[in-house]
Nanobody, 124 residues
């Protein structure tokens, strides 16, 4: 069973940067499709970023495109999300998610593995 653990959240000011990490265990990380999601208070969980099957092409939600960057390290079994130019509306619990194949998707239901999330709060 794949287990995911996020870290790196915190309280920052608008315009700051933050880097989230997600460590995977219990599976062959290089074969797992990975993505980032977030859920703000009172809102549904939102897709943020993922990779194509080869790991070279990335996909982003419009709300974070150009500000956030997803990356993975298959040696360290780690997924990262670099977040720049943070805004108060980026305040949410951030989740990493995994799926048993590397076909890119933004659909939440296609991800079988989820971390517990890490809180990001951006003050104005």
């Amino acid at each position: 069973q794949v287990q995911l653990l996020e870290s790196g959240g915190g309280l920052v000011q608008a315009g700051d940067s933050l880097r989230l990490s997600c460590v995977a265990s219990g599976g062959t990380f290089s074969t797992i499709g990975m993505g980032w999601f977030r859920q703000a208070p009172g809102k549904e969980r939102e897709f943020l970023a993922t990779f194509d099957w080869n790991g070279r092409t990335t996909y982003y939600a419009d709300s974070v495109n150009g500000r956030f960057a997803i990356s993975r390290d298959n040696v360290q079994n780690m997924l990262s999300l670099q977040m720049n130019s943070l805004k108060p509306e980026d305040t949410a619990v951030y989740y990493c998610a995994g799926k048993s194949d590397r076909i890119a998707t933004h659909f939440e239901y296609e991800y079988a593995y989820w971390g517990r999330g890490t809180q990001v709060t951006v003050s104005s």
